[in-house]
């Protein structure tokens, strides 16, 4: 099955760029969403389709996939984006394409 | 506004069902799917399967083929989750949501969120 692996954890100061990674074979070929997820809310979708953004998110929230690997970047960090955030794309493997997350990471905002 | 809207929290015995109903409303409740997720305490989201609202089709994850079944009624733009035989490990929080289907097949993203639905399995 289709494993795609995250940093368990990243740290940032407010005002810089976080940049959280997610690792897959040839994910590049893949699409990536991700989602961000606060203490005892429900997931947010912040990118879908490797780069788009849903209305609502600010435009500190960017995607890139490529190769082996996806990031997701946010830009000018707060202290509203700590949070758990998690990439996610459609195994292919079997007849019939599985949903998988990746493990998650951490953002901390110093 | 799309809402995704969940019943409450379950205690269950180990080895019984629960079935957990996410009622949308806010969009033509056909024309999507709905995907459930779940998460164990302390622990990362887990995709369980989809149904597709437009035609019924599912599509479950592996590990949880013959204990899942997703429906829909349409009528009442509700879609179920019922979870059979369970087990310590199926305690976790329960989420639906909508997924971007083509064609009555789900592989899009999780563009509005139900609130979640804890389940508890313990003796």
């Known amino acids: 099955s289709y494993v795609l692996t995250q940093p368990p954890s990243v740290s940032v100061a407010p005002g810089k760029t976080a940049r959280i990674t997610c690792g897959g074979n040839?994910?590049?070929?893949?699409?990536v969403h991700w989602y961000q997820q606060k203490p005892g809310q429900a997931p947010v979708l912040v990118i879908y389709?490797?780069?788009d953004r849903p209305s609502g998110i600010p435009e500190r929230f960017s995607g890139s996939n490529s190769g082996n690997t996806a990031t997701l970047t946010i830009s000018r960090v707060e202290a509203g984006d700590e949070a758990d955030y998690y990439c996610?794309?459609?195994?292919?493997?079997?007849?019939?394409?599985?949903?998988?997350f990746g493990g998650g990471t951490k953002l901390t905002v110093l | 506004q799309v809402q995704l809207v969940q019943s409450g929290a379950e205690v269950k015995k180990p080895g019984a069902s629960v079935k957990v109903s996410c009622k949308a409303s806010?969009?033509?409740?056909?024309?999507?799917?709905i995907s459930w997720v779940r998460q164990a305490p302390g622990q990362g989201l887990e995709w369980m399967g989809w149904?597709?609202?437009?035609?019924?089709?599912?599509n479950y994850a592996q590990k949880l083929q013959g204990r899942v079944t997703m429906t829909t009624d349409t009528s009442t733009s509700t879609a179920y989750m019922e979870l059979r035989s369970l087990r310590s490990d199926d305690t976790a929080v329960y989420y639906c949501?909508?997924?971007?289907?083509?064609?009555?097949?789900?592989?899009?993203?999780?563009?509005?969120w139900g609130q979640g639905t804890l389940v508890t399995v313990s003796s």
């Open positions: 949501a909508r997924d971007l289907c083509s064609g009555g097949s789900c592989y899009g993203y999780f563009d509005y």
């Open positions: 149904i597709s609202a437009y035609n019924g089709n599912t």
């Open positions: 040839n994910i590049g070929s893949k699409s």
């Open positions: 996610q794309v459609w195994d292919s493997s079997s007849d019939h394409p599985h949903g998988v």
């Open positions: 389709y490797d780069s």
């Open positions: 806010g969009y033509t409740f056909t024309s999507y799917g």
